[in-house]
C-alpha cells in the first residue's frame, strides 16, 4: 500500500494528509522520511539514509567518466539491494533536494560528496566529471551547476527501478529509449518510479541549452499515455478518495504539457489541456471589457480580460500570504492596473450593431488555446456575472493551467505580436491580481512572465527589469548582496510546490534571460558581465556577435575550447561564425551536436560564392539526415529537409520527412500541403487530397497555393464538392488583388458544364443538391461581383441561368458580355479585337432571337424582350459605327451587314 503515500509525495500533499491516511498501512520509517520530504527537508532524507550505507563508492586510480559511472552504480547496487521503497524515497530526496539547489533555493545544508565519500582522499575532478556527465548530444550541463551528483543519483536509482536502459547514452535508439507503461499490468510503485524518472529527465534537459540526447525521447514515451496513472490508482486501496484519484489524472495531463513545451512539441499540448480543463470543470474565458489604464482618463476603452473561476466543488487549496516582493509600477501616469467596468455595462444592441459581420458560429468554442468570447451571451452565466476587478481566487491546478496555456501561446505564436502580447498580459494578470492567499511558485513565476512581457514596453521596462532582478536575488543561490531590499523568505515546501508542472526555469537561466533583456536594450557591458559571471561563454561570444564584434566572440570561443576541448557546442557556435565546415565536423566528432549538421546541411545547401562550391543535395541530405538520427523530435530540420527532397526529387525521402513534420505538429499546414506535393509525384492521389484537406483546415494564412493545389489534385480526382469549395475561396482570397484573374475558368466551365448536366428542379419535394446550390451560388452570386472585362464568365454565367429557367437573367449576362467586348479601345487598332467583338455581337443577336420571345420575369403575357429585333438593329447599328472608315473591306464587316438583312 505505499503506492498511496507515493501519491502523496507525487502531488507534494499537505504532511498532514499522509498522516491521516497512511500511518496503519505503511511503517512508521517510511513514513517520517516521506514527511520530511514534504515539509521540504529533502536533504534530511538523503543524509539519514546516507548515514546508513555500509560504505563509500570505490574510485578507480585514474577516474574518469565511464568509471565513476560504474562505481556510482555498483555502488547504489549495494546499498539498496533489498530495499526499493528507501530506494525510491533516497531517489525522490536527492531529485528534490537538487531542484531546490538549483532552481528555487535556497540552498540546502551541506554538501553532497561529503555524505557520499566518507574517505578524506575524495577526487577533486568528482564534481567536474559529475556535470560532464549530465552533458547530452555534444552540449555540456552548465558548468557551475550545484551539486550535480545529486541528479546522477537520482536517475541511476530510477533506472534501476524501472529497468529502464541508462540515459546516459548519447545514441539514440527507438526501441530502447521507450517506456511501455500497462494500466493492468504494471504494478503502481513502478509507475512512480517511472513518473519520478521523467521528472528527472526534464530537470537534466533544463541544464542543456537545447533539447538532445534520448531524454527526450524516453521522457515523451513516458507521459505519452494515460495509462501511467491508470497504472497508479489501479494500486490504491478502494477507500482513497475519488479527489486524490481526480489529482493524480490532473497532475499527469499538465506534467505531459511541460515535458511537450521542453522537447519543443508544444503543438501537441492542446488536447492535453482541453483534458485537464475538463477533469477540473474549470472556468475561463478571454474577452474584452472597457478598462481604465491611466489615472487621467475619463472614458473607458476596450481591453482583454481572462475571466476565470475555478470548479464550486473544488476546493481552494491553501497558499502562504507571504509572496515574493511585487514591485510597484512608479508611474505617474499609469494605473498599477487596469480598473475594469462591469461586464455586461455595454447593451447587447450595441455590441451587434458594431459586429453586424460575425458569423453564427463566431460562439465559445472551448477545445481552443484560449476560449474567446466575442459577444457578451457567449460568455457562461458565471463567469459573466464575476466582479472583473475582484476575481475569487482560483485553485493551484487552475492557476497552472493558465500559465502553461501561457507558454504554449507564445511558443506558437509570431514573436511581438501586439495582439498575442496583450493575451499574455491578460492571463499573467488573472494570476497575479485575484483575491485571497498566493502560492508562492505560481505568484513569482507570473511576475517572472510579466516581467518579460514589461519589458518590451517603454512605459513599464523599468518595473519590468526591477521585478526580474527582485526574482533573481529572491532564490538565495548566486546573488551575495541584495541590490532591492526584501523581508520575505518562503519555506522550501512552498518553493518545491507546484515546480514540476512548471516548466524548470534554473537560476542561471533567470540571470541569463535578464542579461538578454539588456542586450535588447543596448546595454552591452552589463550583459557580458553578467554572461562572464556566469560562465556562459557561448552566450556572450553571441552577444558580442551580435553586435558585429565577430573578432571578440572568436577569442572568447578559442579560449572556451582551450579549457573545454569537449564542448561541441562551442566549436559549432564558431564554425558559424567563420563559415568553417570542418569546425562543424569537429563538433560532430566531439559531441554528436546536431546543430553542427544542420549547419553543414545549410552550409551545403546554399554555399557561399567566396567556397566556390555549387548546392549538393547529396551533402545536403546526408548531414540532415545524421541530426535527425541523433535527434528525431526536432520540427525545422524535419522539414528543411523535406524541402530538400522535394528539390532534388527525392519524393519518398520528401515524403517521410513532411509525414513526421506533421505529426510534431498537426496544425502546419505548409507541411500538410508540401507532403501533399510528394504523394502527387509518387502518383497517390488520394493520400494527397487527404492531406490537402487537413492543410486548408489549418490555414490560418490563407495561402492561395494550397487552396490551388487542392482545386488541382480534387480535379484529378473527380471530386468536384472540393473542387468547386477551392475554386470559391480562391476567388475569395485574390479578387482584392487581382480581380477577376482569381477566376480559374476551365474549371468553372467544367463545373458549369457538371451542373447544366443535372435536372433543375423548382418542386420542393425536390430540393437541390448540396453541390447545385453552391455552384449556382458561384456562378450567379460570386462571379458577377468579380467580372469586369470577361465576356467568357459573362456566357457561362448566362449559361446556368437559362438552366435555372431564368431566360431574362441569361438574356441580362448576353448583354453584359457585349458590353465587356465592345468596350474595348483597341477595336479601332488591332483586327483581331474587332473579330472577337463582332462574334460577341453574333452571339448577342442570337440570344435576342432565341430568348426574346420567351416567358419574361413577370409570368403569362410578358415577354423576355418584346422590342428584341430593334435591340439586335441597334446593337449592329452602333458597332458599324465603331469599324466605319477602318474595317469596311474586313470579314466581320461583311458578316453584320448580312446578320442586318436577316433581321
Not at 64 to 78: A, G, I, K, T, Y
Not at 169 to 188: K, L, N, Q, V
Not at 245 to 250: C, F, L, P, V
Not at 364 to 371: I, N
Request: glycine share 4%; proline share 4%.
Amino acid at each position: 500500500m505505499e503506492v498511496l503515500l507515493h501519491s502523496y509525495l507525487l502531488l507534494s500533499a499537505n504532511p498532514t494528509a499522509l498522516d491521516a491516511n497512511c500511518a496503519e498501512i505503511c511503517d512508521e520509517g517510511t513514513i517520517d522520511l516521506a514527511r520530511e520530504i514534504l515539509n521540504g527537508q529533502s536533504y534530511s532524507v538523503v543524509e539519514k539514509l546516507a548515514a546508513s550505507f555500509p560504505k563509500s563508492p570505490v574510485l578507480a586510480a585514474s577516474i574518469d567518466e565511464e568509471s565513476l559511472l560504474v562505481s556510482l552504480r555498483q555502488f547504489l547496487d549495494d546499498c539498496f539491494t533489498n530495499n526499493e521503497s528507501y530506494a525510491l524515497l533516497f531517489a525522490i530526496a536527492s531529485l528534490q533536494t537538487f531542484i531546490q539547489n538549483n532552481y528555487t533555493g535556497p540552498l540546502a545544508p551541506g554538501n553532497v560528496q561529503d555524505l557520499l565519500f566518507k574517505q578524506n582522499d575524495v577526487p577533486e575532478s568528482v564534481r567536474t566529471l559529475a556535470v560532464s556527465l549530465l552533458g547530452s548530444g555534444g552540449q555540456p550541463a552548465y558548468d557551475l551547476v550545484k551539486d550535480p551528483l545529486y541528479l546522477i543519483l537520482a536517475l541511476l536509482l530510477l533506472e534501476r527501478l524501472t529497468k529502464q536502459q541508462t540515459s546516459f547514452a548519447d545514441d539514440f535508439d527507438a526501441e530502447r529509449d521507450t517506456c511501455d507503461i500497462s494500466a493492468t499490468h504494471t504494478p503502481g510503485l513502478r509507475a512512480v518510479a517511472h513518473w519520478w524518472y521523467a521528472r528527472a529527465l526534464l530537470a537534466r534537459l533544463s541544464l542543456l541549452r537545447e533539447p538532445a540526447g534520448n531524454g527526450p525521447a524516453i521522457a515523451s514515451s513516458i507521459f505519452s499515455s494515460i495509462d501511467l496513472a491508470h497504472a497508479i490508482t489501479k494500486d490504491l486501496p478502494p477507500e482513497t478518495s475519488t479527489s486524490l484519484k481526480s489529482d493524480i489524472y490532473t497532475m499527469f495531463y499538465l506534467e505531459n504539457v511541460k515535458c511537450s513545451l521542453a522537447i519543443n512539441t508544444e503543438h501537441l499540448c492542446l488536447p492535453s489541456l482541453t483534458k485537464v480543463k475538463k477533469l477540473t470543470n474549470f472556468q475561463f474565458v478571454l474577452t474584452g471589457a472597457r478598462a481604465k489604464r491611466t489615472k487621467f482618463q475619463q472614458k473607458s476603452f476596450s481591453g482583454l480580460i481572462i475571466l476565470a473561476k475555478s470548479s464550486s466543488t473544488a476546493a481552494v487549496q491553501e497558499s502562504s500570504d507571504r509572496n515574493p516582493d511585487h514591485i510597484v509600477l512608479e508611474s505617474d501616469i499609469l494605473l498599477e492596473k487596469p480598473h475594469f467596468e462591469d461586464i455586461a455595462s455595454e447593451p447587447l444592441d450595441e455590441q451587434i450593431v458594431k459586429k453586424q459581420k460575425l458569423a453564427e458560429g463566431d460562439a465559445l468554442e472551448e477545445d481552443k488555446l484560449l476560449p474567446v468570447a466575442i459577444r457578451q451571451e457567449n460568455i457562461p452565466a458565471e463567469l459573466r456575472s464575476l466582479d472583473p476587478n475582484e476575481q475569487p481566487q482560483l485553485t493551484g491546478y487552475d492557476n497552472v493551467q493558465l500559465l502553461l496555456r501561457l507558454y504554449v501561446l507564445r511558443q506558437t505564436s509570431p514573436a511581438k505580436d501586439p495582439l498575442v502580447e496583450e493575451e499574455l498580459g491578460a492571463i499573467i494578470s488573472r494570476v497575479i491580481y485575484q483575491n485571497g492567499m498566493k502560492d508562492w511558485t505560481i505568484f513569482s513565476r507570473a511576475l517572472w512572465e510579466r516581467s518579460i512581457v514589461e519589458t518590451c514596453k517603454a512605459k513599464t521596462i523599468e518595473r519590468g527589469l526591477l521585478q526580474m532582478q527582485s526574482l533573481v536575488e529572491e532564490l538565495g543561490i548566486k546573488i551575495q548582496t541584495r541590490l532591492i531590499p526584501s523581508s520575505y523568505d518562503a519555506q522550501n515546501n512552498e518553493r518545491l510546490k507546484y515546480v514540476h508542472q512548471l516548466p524548470f526555469i534554473p537560476h542561471w537561466e533567470l540571470e541569463a534571460t535578464l542579461a538578454e533583456k539588456y542586450m535588447s536594450l543596448g546595454v552591452l557591458k552589463s550583459a557580458v558581465e553578467i554572461y562572464e559571471r556566469l560562465q556562459m561563454a557561448c552566450e556572450a561570444a553571441l552577444c558580442y556577435a551580435a553586435v558585429g564584434d565577430e573578432k571578440t566572440a572568436e577569442e572568447i570561443l578559442l579560449k572556451r575550447v582551450a579549457e573545454q576541448p569537449k564542448d561541441a557546442r562551442a566549436y559549432s557556435i564558431l564554425g558559424d561564425i567563420r563559415q568553417d565546415p570542418e569546425l562543424w565536423q569537429k563538433s560532430w566528432e566531439i559531441g554528436k551536436y546536431v546543430n553542427a549538421k544542420n549547419s553543414l546541411g545549410k552550409y551545403y545547401y546554399n554555399p557561399p560564392a567566396s567556397s566556390g562550391l555549387s548546392r549538393n543535395y547529396n551533402l545536403v541530405l546526408k548531414h540532415l539526415n545524421d541530426s535527425l538520427r541523433q535527434y528525431p523530435l526536432n520540427f525545422e530540420t524535419w522539414y528543411f529537409y523535406g524541402c530538400a527532397g522535394l528539390e532534388c526529387g527525392k519524393f519518398d525521402v520528401a515524403a517521410e520527412a513532411f509525414s513526421r513534420c506533421v505529426s510534431l505538429d498537426q496544425t502546419h499546414a505548409m507541411a500538410w500541403s508540401n507532403l501533399s506535393a510528394a504523394y502527387v509525384e509518387l502518383d497517390k492521389l488520394k493520400e494527397a487530397l487527404s492531406c490537402l484537406k487537413r492543410a486548408v483546415a489549418s490555414d490560418s494564412q490563407k495561402n492561395w497555393r494550397i487552396w490551388e493545389n487542392y482545386m488541382i489534385v480534387g480535379a484529378k480526382l473527380n471530386e468536384w464538392n472540393d473542387v468547386l469549395l477551392a475554386c470559391r475561396r480562391l476567388i475569395s482570397i485574390k479578387r482584392d488583388k487581382v480581380g477577376e484573374a482569381s477566376i480559374d475558368l476551365p474549371i468553372v466551365e467544367k463545373l458549369t458544364e457538371l451542373l447544366v448536366s443535372t435536372d433543375y428542379s423548382t418542386d420542393d419535394s425536390h430540393k437541390l443538391t448540396h453541390f447545385q446550390r453552391s455552384c449556382i451560388e458561384l456562378v450567379c452570386d460570386t462571379l458577377p461581383s468579380v467580372i469586369t472585362t470577361n465576356a467568357r464568365c459573362w456566357r457561362l454565367v448566362a449559361k446556368v441561368e437559362l438552366w435555372r429557367k431564368r431566360p431574362w437573367a441569361a438574356l441580362e449576362c448576353h448583354e453584359k458580355a457585349y458590353r465587356a467586348v465592345s468596350h474595348n479601345p483597341d477595336i479601332e487598332i488591332d483586327e483581331k479585337a474587332w473579330s472577337e467583338t463582332v462574334d460577341a455581337c453574333e452571339d448577342l443577336v442570337a440570344a435576342y432571337e432565341s430568348l426574346g420571345e420567351l416567358e419574361g420575369r413577370h409570368g403569362p403575357g410578358s415577354l423576355v424582350c418584346k422590342d428584341w429585333k430593334y435591340k439586335s438593329r441597334a446593337t449592329i447599328k452602333g458597332l458599324l459605327s465603331k469599324g466605319k472608315g477602318r474595317w469596311d473591306d474586313s470579314d466581320g464587316w461583311e458578316r453584320l451587314m448580312e446578320m442586318r438583312k436577316q433581321i
